[in-house]
């Protein structure tokens, strides 16, 4: 079954710890990308420690390392920039690898940045990570933290125009209901779950699970334990409670995965490892899903949306 994760953070853990991707110890691994019919968001992370002056520079070393990566392994591993390019690859036998940035910070508050980052590959952009930003407010600056700036509202235009998925993970809540606003395309959140199965302020509320699955958009499952349980004391289950739930909320087309897997210490039980992400199949099944459905949770709503938006 075709599998498609909408993010790890597998780029900034290779480029912190000098490890290559063939003997990564962190939770994906070459040969685990190798197993089966596969694509992958690889997202640079703009950590903190970087941000006020270091943030464009940072970026470009994990874009740098991601096509390193990609010419060391070009058997196993193929660039993709859009849906039929994902088919082609896979079609091959080889893992379609996708481009993201996790924090509009990377763009130093410049819209020219954007166009390059997208000719440099760059085909999703999450707009915050957990502070506020030249674009917006991330969910530990709450509600009061406003909502898009003008040039996050240029930017949300930019990306429709390039043809660039937003990503409204990290987001507040404000931020959030502006992005459905400017947004003429679907957005994705990359890595959140759900706040009425876990309340978390990372976790998104029904309504807008509603909101952003009316406008054809998909949710990444983040497999973090404590977006998953308020004890952390997370498994499996918890996360095929949280697609249930999806499913049940924002219907088939909505719920999709982002383990955001070597971007977290806490992961739930039966699934430490991005080898072990098949087992959800054997979950579903088990729960009463059909085929096409689980089809769909797997990787054909995220491939769907990558039709819609990246073309």
């Not at 920039?81 to 996708?98: D, F, N, P, V, Y």
């Not at 897997?261 to 080898?275: K, M, R």
Request: proline content about 4%; charged content about 20%; glycine content about 10%.
């Amino acid at each position: 079954m075709f599998i498609f994760d909408a993010h790890i953070d597998t780029l900034s853990r290779l480029l912190t710890r000098g490890e290559k991707l063939e003997d990564a110890q962190g939770h994906v691994k070459l040969e685990d990308l190798q197993a089966g019919a596969r694509a992958q968001f690889f997202a640079a992370f703009v950590d903190p420690q970087y941000y006020h002056g270091l943030a464009l520079h940072r970026t470009m070393e994990m874009i740098d390392l991601f096509w390193e990566t990609l010419a060391a392994y070009p058997e196993a591993l193929a660039f993709a920039g859009s849906a039929e390019e994902i088919i082609q690859a896979t079609a091959q036998g080889r893992t379609a690898c996708l481009l993201a940035i996790e924090g509009g910070e990377a763009l130093e508050g410049k819209l020219s940045m954007l166009r390059l980052f997208y000719r440099l590959g760059v085909r999703l952009l999450t707009l915050t990570w957990n502070f506020r930003n030249d674009l917006a407010a991330g969910q530990w600056e709450g509600p009061q933290g406003g909502g898009l700036s003008r040039f996050g509202r240029e930017v949300v235009e930019e990306m429709n125009s390039l043809g660039m998925l937003v990503d409204v993970s990290h987001l507040n809540e404000p931020g959030f209901w502006d992005v459905l606003e400017v947004s003429t395309d679907p957005v994705l959140a990359s890595h959140s779950n759900a706040h009425a199965l876990c309340p978390h302020p990372r976790n998104l509320t029904d309504q807008q699970i509603r909101a952003l699955a009316d406008r054809g958009g998909a949710i990444g499952v983040n497999f973090c334990a404590a977006f998953l349980e308020p004890s952390a004391q997370a498994t499996s289950e918890h996360v095929v409670e949280q697609i249930a739930y999806l499913l049940q909320v924002g219907g088939e087309d909505c719920p999709a995965l982002g383990s955001d897997f070597d971007g977290i210490s806490q992961v739930p039980e039966g699934l430490e490892t991005y080898n072990q992400i098949p087992k959800l199949i054997g979950l579903l099944e088990k729960r009463g899903f059909g085929a096409a459905v689980i089809e769909k949770v797997m990787g054909g709503n995220l491939l769907r949306l990558c039709r819609e938006v990246l073309g």
